[in-house]
């Protein structure tokens, strides 16, 4: 074909809407699924590390003599934290990269929805998350011998699936928030990773908390999630739940609602202020 | 009523730039852009030339609906960018010189794919013109590299076929050549100008601060500089201006101290720029005619300087450009850069 004839080409319909946002999300999605099977160093820094704290936890739980089932509370908070991890890391401060490397221009010039783009970085992010968290299962599991006995395997999913949704609604969110961000959103990350922590009870039942503390720490939706995953898993976990698992899963159901609209507007609003104030493509002046 | 491709109307842009927070009552505003009015027909491939600051990335951000002008207004692809911009986004693609964008754990072409499905593109499709594209720019051998191993000049290649991928009916390259090497931006330059001739409908607008490259490719140009529109015309009418005057190369002796002011005072001197490197001096002279050339020459000898060698020579936009600003487009930079970052 001659050069000429490359040029000339006129592209065919393109799709729009409901199409677009998919293709979107789908192409979004793709450098976080293929790059995590290109970069291998996750390996070290993403299991072998949180393993670490997992077994400093388990060992401390033995060495006091604390019931079996703060082992495998342990465990699964460990696998749990890949997500946090993502969300924190990969999800509310990605923005700032991304206008630093200039693809923020691209995705608000493009006639894509940013919204699309947010959705494709939570997918991508939630698939090869999910991948890190099912090794520090498996692995905790095997060398802690840890025990299950799920009580209810679709009240688990559900658990799973809205804790997920809500938990990358609110990465959502904080992104949109980020957006206006330059290099300070680095130090904001930094800042709320252990708080987080804490408030999540990662590696210990939130029921240890006051009543009002462990409430305000729901406001998180892994705090909730682990809860009542915990409670669905373990034979003893209801003792040492904080709320009903019911009741905890109809306000993962709020929290997704919130999330997910709030980042809507908040994405809107943040993308017409970014713009008035010069901000996609610069830092603040 | 005339199809333009893109359109302006005393477009201006002033930034707030925030100090520190005992500074913070006293907001600077810096005027970015200033009653920018311009017009580009469909089909024209328009070129936007002044030096860094001058408000060239400023206009590009406006026209792609990355930032909102403080006033005036402008269409592209006859839809207003700011009550519109989902009408003209469809329409436009954007490549800026030195970009680092995609992902440098993807490969070319999965790069290239991920942003042609950010406009719609069927992968099918995307696919196959991705190939074509890379083809023509040298590059197809390199469609399965990693883009984070790719040279400066081979990742603008991929850039450029980045723009051209979703067929836009505007394209918006902003110093599509900046730091490529002199075979890269023939190759960058030729490619531009064939996008362009191969369908008519096609509009670009490039900016650029090498004068060569808008002498050699661009229908029209505008100069801008700090904001403001000086001239806009084809290359030739703007030189035409200047074909009267005598323009004059002068290479002499260290310059004694001679200043560019007691040139530019005499009355037949119309500009003059004098710079001087490794013992040998500079002189650019723009003169009403070339009986002034005893004139010059009498000052020099004056101040025990030597003629070495001198030429006349036909206008180029750079003494375009030096005949609107009052200044080589190389001296605005220099005096412009210690101000940067303050």
């Known amino acids: 074909m001659k050069a000429s004839e490359s040029l000339a080409y006129s592209a065919s319909e393109k799709v729009i809407g409901w ?9 979004r999605a793709y450098p976080r699924i293929i ?10 820094f993403e299991i072998f590390m949180p393993m670490l704290a997992v077994a400093a936890y388990v060992y401390v739980y033995r060495a006091i003599g604390a019931p079996e089932e703060y082992v495998g509370f342990v465990v699964v908070g460990g696998a749990m934290t890949a997500f946090w991890m993502n969300v924190l890391w990969s999800m509310s401060s990605q923005l700032y990269w991304e206008k630093e490397t200039g693809n923020l221009a691209l995705y608000i010039m493009a006639p894509n929805s940013m919204m699309a783009v947010l959705l494709g970085m939570a997918l991508g992010g939630l698939v090869a998350t999910t991948m890190r968290a099912v090794a520090i299962m498996v692995l905790g599991t095997l060398m802690f011998q840890v025990q299950f006995s799920v009580s209810s395997f679709t009240q688990l999913f559900a658990v799973f699936f809205l804790t997920m949704i809500a938990l990358y609604g609110m ?17 904001i990350s ?17 029921k240890s908390f006051n009543f009002w503390v462990a409430a305000a720490a729901s406001f998180i939706p892994l705090t909730l999630g682990l809860d009542a995953m915990r409670q669905l898993i373990f034979p003893s976990g209801a003792a040492l739940g904080f709320l009903n698992v019911n009741l905890e899963i109809t306000v993962l159901i709020l929290l997704c609602i919130v999330f997910l609209i709030g980042a809507k507007f908040l994405l809107d609003y943040m993308e017409r202020l970014a713009i008035r104030e010069g901000r996609i493509t610069e830092s603040r002046r | 009523m005339p199809d333009y491709a893109i359109e302006t109307e005393d477009l201006g842009r002033v930034y707030k730039i925030r100090g520190n927070k005992k500074e913070s009552e006293l907001r600077k505003e810096l005027v970015a852009l200033e009653k920018v009015n311009l017009t580009v027909e469909r089909g ?18 406006i026209l792609t609906t990355l930032l909102a002008p403080t006033s005036g207004w402008a269409r592209v692809a006859a839809h207003d960018v700011i009550q519109s911009p989902n009408l003209v986004r469809p329409r436009i693609n954007m490549v800026s010189g030195g970009e680092s964008s995609g992902y440098g754990l993807l490969t070319v072409r999965e790069n290239l794919w991920m942003f042609s499905q950010f406009y719609g593109m069927p992968s099918k499709e995307a696919n196959h013109r991705i190939v074509e594209l890379l083809t023509l720019v040298g590059l197809q051998d390199r469609i399965h590299t990693k883009s984070s191993d790719l040279s400066t000049g081979l990742r603008q290649k991929m850039n450029i076929v980045r723009g051209f991928l979703t067929n836009p009916e505007v394209l918006f390259l902003d110093e599509p050549t900046l730091g490529l090497d002199v075979g890269a931006s023939r190759d960058v330059r030729n490619l531009i100008r064939g996008w362009l001739d191969a369908d008519k409908k ?13 002498e050699e490719l661009c229908d029209r140009v505008a100069i801008i500089n700090k904001g403001r529109v000086l ?14 005057d005598a323009i004059f190369e002068i290479e002499t002796s260290p310059l004694n101290g001679l200043s560019n002011k007691m040139l530019a005072d005499q009355p037949q001197v119309k500009k003059a720029a004098l710079t001087e490197m490794n013992g040998v001096a500079k002189l650019e002279l723009v003169l009403v005619d070339e009986s002034a050339l005893a004139t010059v020459i009498n000052i ?17 936009l750079e003494d375009v450009f030096m005949d609107r600003v009052g200044q080589r487009m190389e001296d605005v930079e220099k005096e412009d850069a210690p101000n940067e970052g303050k």
């Not at chain 1, 990465?171 to 130090?187: D, Q």
């Not at chain 2, 024209?44 to 590009?60: Q, S, V």
């Not at chain 2, 806009?232 to 074909?243: E, F, G, H, S, Y």
């Open chain 1, 190 to 206: 930094n800042l709320a990773q252990e708080p987080i922590y804490l408030a999540s009870g990662f590696y210990f039942p939130i």
């Open chain 1, 35 to 44: 790059g995590q099977q290109r970069e291998k160093s996750w390996i070290f």
């Open chain 1, 171 to 187: 990465g959502m969110m904080s992104a949109s928030l980020f957006l206006l961000l330059s290099r300070e959103a680095w130090h």
């Open chain 2, 300 to 316: 020099l000898s004056q101040n025990n300087i030597k003629v070495m060698r001198f030429t006349k020579r036909e206008p180029t």
């Open chain 2, 231 to 244: 001239a806009c015309d084809t290359p030739a009418n703007l030189k035409r201006d200047l074909q009267r």
């Open chain 1, 19 to 27: 199409r677009l946002f998919l293709k979107t999300i789908l192409a």
């Open chain 2, 44 to 61: 024209e491939l328009f070129g936007l030339l002044g030096p860094n600051g001058a408000g060239k990335t400023t206009l590009i951000k």
């Open chain 2, 202 to 214: 096609r509009t670009l607008l490039l900016t650029t601060h090498y004068m060569v490259e808008a």
